[in-house]
């Protein structure tokens, strides 16, 4: 039986050697060498039992349950010098056929190697909340110029330097910055992370500009009703006080609590030095845009709630228009010029009004979505439906649009100005016609978008643009129609 | 730091703190670009704890105090005699980039009182926003108060900044609201709600960025004669309609230049407790809102017993459970037993068959947990059964000493 074998140390580098671990059981599994013949040592001291002599040729890979490949890395930045022990406990019993162990958090060997992992995260996750930074400098001048340099120094409870440095490094690449701790360093100089020796507490200055700051806000943040020493101690354990310096609030804020509460719940409520301001409350509710012209100030002020438009496009024509027309959204030139329909498809819709016998500056003409969405391909700026949340987001706008305009009969041309409408979304082979858009105050027209008619091919275009004009045309009437002396 | 600004900021996190709100959780995780500043790692951190034993993770100020409203138990409202103060947007952009680079906070929680119109507030909110992303490519977590009074257009733009947004309905009743914030409408802040809640559904579903980490909202507790059960039911549909990710309840406390209609005294602390375990036992522990209903006397849950134990009490004829055969449903309800302990014992059980001291290893609230469980090598002796039994598990009347 192999447990009958001689002993063996094992020496491993100080902190979370991974690599060393790794290969030594290989060894071990691969030689059949049980736990209880394994001495294991850290560092460079002398060990009381001779090492094994390096073995030749690495030993084979070991294939192990996820559950357990996850836990070795993770109990290795532990402290507790029996880690290498338990661990190869582990996965002795897991390589002896137990292939399931780890998922077996009530096994007592288990469950430790669970407690352990769980100190380390809670180390780890301690070390990004409560180191603290202080400005050292704003560079030496050479090469990058001004780049700042911050320092902090922390003492962590496990070997999580290595494991907790790449945090900052993608939180802070702008400055420089150095991690001192009694284990090692780490330091980012914007391109790089690197590690190096241990560091001083004396290597990082004493003061920064913010914390007098930052400790007042820590100390006006706190709620003296509330006061709950255990909770906090349970969360911000006493050990890492001294290197945050917003805890020296902590024994002032807890001696004034009391009072301070006592204060507030006997004091008797004063009466108000301030009158109410009765002209400024009723000033208050009157923010809504008055005219057109507010309400398209407020849209070309706006971002573009989709990306990558040099303008909003608003609205052409004239208030009182008996004919407004809701397109979809500005395309490349429309963007550029700033005006709605200027475009090739704005050109053919222009031509269409001519046919059908309705004067374009008599109407009203405007787009769903005031911004351009396009996709850049080389220096082609290609069109980009807006999604139907991205139309929701510009219907506020649009049915204020409307309202001040007061059109007869509104138009829409294509899917997405019927959806910006009614907020439902219709094929256009179903909805065109006249349509009350779900019960809008104005009467509605649907028909296609002008720029559908440009993707046809030529033997289907010339059909299809008649059958535009056509509907352009029963617009018109329904328009004339709805006048007031026929309307009744 | 000047003077001049210690004491705005002074001032203006006095008056934020009210808000109980500091989540900084629930954003898609990211990392800064090679200029930038800020990453956010999806689950939040806490980077201080004050004495109060809440966690510090955003710098959670108020844009000014000067404020229109006068809701009665706002330490803010136009009425009350505290000192007021007004930051200008650069000056709450430089507090965060500064806080940020020195790793005190992970980003930005602000809220403002409405000065000139809620428009105009709320457009300034988001100038801040909207500096910090833009002028200093920052990353971290940003939380907006939206103002519910405020155009809807302005809610469209705040979500493309904010990775939080909220609206705290603070009183759970339209009569309450009308008695203790005149100048607040519920109707209004539903509507808010709604749109906030279609937006970011959208915007989820066309993986565009819209308020990612959701909506949420805070509801005070004890300002008004609200039950607990009229409360929970509130936000049960609050989630259910608005897809909200969280409700913080918040005990009234006492508050500088308190107004006289409002109770003074100290803050409910244990029934604020009490309202947070029932509302997670909706969210992770599959109750229904009438489970938690028939845990509650006259609609208040009890203060010595947790709400999970009041129901097992109410309910001991589905008592014992057996840890060895139940379904994970029925594991859930078992008092003392939490989530992740009843996960690792539908993992464990597969490969091996659990004992009593099996369940310890997994669970801290074995104590409450025994009476109510079956194991290999235990069952309870007619446990269920004593009359003395809540007594014997209530926990001792925590003392709300302060010190």
Known sequence: MASAMASRTIRLRPGADLDGFRAAVRHLVADEIPPEAVTWAEGDAPSLFPD???AGPAAPALALPRAVATLVPAVLMHRDPERHGLLHRLIWRVAQGERHLAEVASDPLVHRLHLMRKAVGRDLHKMHAFLRFRWVGAGDGSGEGSRERFA?????????????APFFAARFPSFDWSILTPDGSAQWDGRTLSFGPPGRREDVPEHDAFEAGWTDYYASTF???????????AEMPKKYWHNMPETAAIPGLVRAAGQRVGAMIERAPEAPVKRVPARALAAMAAQEPASLEALNAIIRASEPLVPGATQAVLGEGRPGAAIAFVGEQPGDQEDLQGRPFVGPAGQLLSRALREAGIARRDAYLTNAVKHFKFEARGK??????PTAGEVAHYRWWLDRELAFVAPRLVVALGATAVLALSGRQVPITRARGPSDFGGKPFRGFVTVHPSYLLRLPDEARDEAYAGFVDDLRRAASLAADLAPSGAG | MDDAL???LTILADAAKYDASCASSGAPKRKAEAGGLGSTTGAGICHAYTPDGRCVSLLKILLTNYCLFDCAYCVNRRSSNVRRARFSVDEVVTLTVEFYKRNYIEGLFLSSGIIRSPDHTMEQLIRVAKTLRQRHGFRGY????????????????????????SINLELPTE??????????????IQTAMGQMGERILQAKEEKRRFAPAGQSTQVIVGADASTDESLIRTSARLYDHYGLKRIYYSAFSPIPDAASILPSQSPPLQREHRLYQADWLMRYYEFSPDDVAGATESGMLALDVDPKLAWALRNRDRFPVDVNRADREMLLRVPGLGVRAVDKIVAARRHATLRLDDVARLTSGLKRARPFLVAADYAPTRLTDRLDLRARLAEPPRQLSLF
């Open chain 1, 380 to 385: 082609r700026r290609i069109h980009q439906k």
């Open chain 2, 142 to 165: 940003i939380h907006l108060k939206t103002i519910p009074e405020a155009s809807p257009w302005l809610i469209e733009q705040a979500g493309l900044y904010a990775d939080r947004l």
């Open chain 1, 152 to 164: 902090a120094w922390f003492e962590p409870e496990h070997h999580i330097l290595a494991e907790a």
């Open chain 1, 223 to 233: 709620n003296p009703a509330r006061t709950n020493l255990a909770a906090m101690r």
């Open chain 2, 175 to 188: 009569a309450s609201l009308e008695r203790l914030a005149p100048e607040k409408d519920g109707a209004a």
């Open chain 2, 6 to 8: 210690k004491k705005k």
């Open chain 1, 52 to 54: 094994e002599p390096a």
